[in-house]
């Protein structure tokens, strides 16, 4: 499969609208009630960027998802708020989220996912990959390639989080 090692019948397919009770459940399985984001704030990513945005299944039941978008050299985009827009000069690509389950993660899940967004941020040509790393998921994005960059982050990430990047090479 494109984009990393994953489980037996792992299948990934572009998000659809439909999809969203699912992925606001596997939000919640997956960061309680610290980060549940709305379906309108979803909805809009995925309206703004459905080429940047995936589902993945195992069985035939939704286990992860991502969410990223076009994004510009400055900074992350705020959380709980619909993107009005996305930036007319997009120099990277930006991951907002992915989630996995808690009974499918450790079986190449979010690998897969984050292979299919590096896939599509390569091909728009970005020169990057950003995305802002909660507390605890800093390590996974590091081994991903991605670092730490100096930034303010607006309000809601939580302490602890970061920004970081990846460049992309071809």
């Known amino acids: 499969m494109a984009g990393g090692s994953a489980a037996a019948g ?50 035939g039941a939704a286990v992860g998802y991502v969410f990223a978008h076009p994004w510009s050299d400055v900074g992350a985009p705020p959380l709980h708020a619909p993107l009005a827009a996305l930036p007319a000069q997009a120099g990277h690509g930006f991951l907002h989220d992915l989630a996995v389950l808690p009974m499918a993660r450790g079986q190449g899940v979010a690998v897969a996912l984050f292979g299919r967004v590096r896939g599509w941020s ?28 100096p930034a303010t982050l607006p309000a809601g990430y939580g302490e602890g989080a970061c920004l970081m990047e990846r460049a992309l090479r071809d």
Not at 129 to 144: E, H, I, N, S, T
């Open 10 to 59: 792992l299948s990934l397919r572009p998000l659809r609208t439909a999809d969203l009770p699912a992925v606001l459940a596997i939000q919640r399985a997956a960061y309680g009630d610290g980060y549940q984001e709305s379906d309108v704030v979803l909805g809009r990513k995925l309206e703004l960027a459905p080429r940047a945005c995936w589902l993945a299944q195992a069985a």
């Open 122 to 149: 390569s091909g728009e040509g970005h020169r990057g990959l950003r995305l802002v790393a909660l507390a605890d998921a800093g390590p996974f994005w590091a081994r991903q390639g991605f670092s730490v960059l």
